[in-house]
């Protein structure tokens, strides 16, 4: 258990599936008290019972996070169970990858809410009270492709670009308050959200997210990896 996450309180967006679900259960077997959101309440009754079993404290909100009056529900539920927030994972998002040509509107509109949107809202949310405390850290799960352009993902890449963006300009904002913000920018992971066409052993799995935002929440105090890439080391298309 890291001392540094202990007793700590966590809110994972995404929480219920792949990454976020790896990144709740690494920071509740740390020690963390974790908040799990998503839309979809079946998978997250499952994964907390799942943390309980493991000794972990959580509790779920169902959230759309590009609906602010959810967010703000979801923030005052965990300030009122728990008292505090000290961590916040921006995990939330999704990809209709096609051409521009081939894209439709209700698509766009869908990755800009929910991949950028999303984010926004719930950094907002938090800042106020982790300003108070002068402590606390955003991370926000990016991609590569929000620095490498690929043919079908205009839309998506522009999300990612633009979440990198606003991380950065946020850090800025707020070191002053002594919160970190943190952008983790993965290659294709082995999850539903990813083409599983590609050789499973060689590409990056779950795990390997979290422990990078375990990294991360755990450096020195006075040190912030603002931004960690994550490729496979060996190229799985090989």
């Not at 405390?133 to 670009?161: C, D, E, H, P, V």
């Not at 590609?198 to 990294?215: M, N, R």
């Amino acid at each position: 258990m890291s001392e540094s996450l202990k007793e700590s309180v966590a809110i994972i967006t995404g929480a219920s599936k792949g990454i976020g679900k790896s990144i709740a259960v690494s920071l509740a077997t740390s020690g963390s008290k974790v908040v799990l959101a998503s839309r979809n309440q079946k998978e997250l009754d499952v994964l907390a019972k799942e943390i309980r079993a493991r000794g972990g404290t959580s509790f779920s909100v169902v959230t759309d996070v590009s609906d602010e009056v959810q967010v703000l529900r979801l923030v005052k539920s965990t300030i009122t169970e728990f008292g505090r927030i000290d961590v916040l994972v921006n995990n939330a998002g999704y990809a209709v990858i096609s051409k521009v040509v081939d894209a439709n509107v209700k698509d766009y509109d869908g990755m800009m809410s929910v991949n950028l949107r999303g984010p926004f809202l719930c950094s907002k949310a938090v800042l106020p009270s982790m300003i108070q405390q002068k402590r606390g850290a955003i991370i926000n799960i990016a991609s590569l492709a929000g620095k490498n352009a690929f043919a079908g993902g205009a839309i998506y890449s522009a999300t990612k670009w633009g979440l990198l963006g606003f991380s950065r300009s946020l850090m800025l904002e707020v070191r002053e308050y002594n919160i970190r913000v943190v952008t983790i920018c993965p290659g294709s992971v082995n999850t539903t959200f990813s083409d599983h066409s590609k050789d499973s052993e060689k590409i990056i799995q779950p795990q390997d997210v979290a422990d990078a935002v375990l990294f991360a929440l755990t450096m020195p105090a006075r040190s912030n990896v603002s931004e960690i890439d994550i490729r496979p080391t060996v190229n799985p298309k090989q």
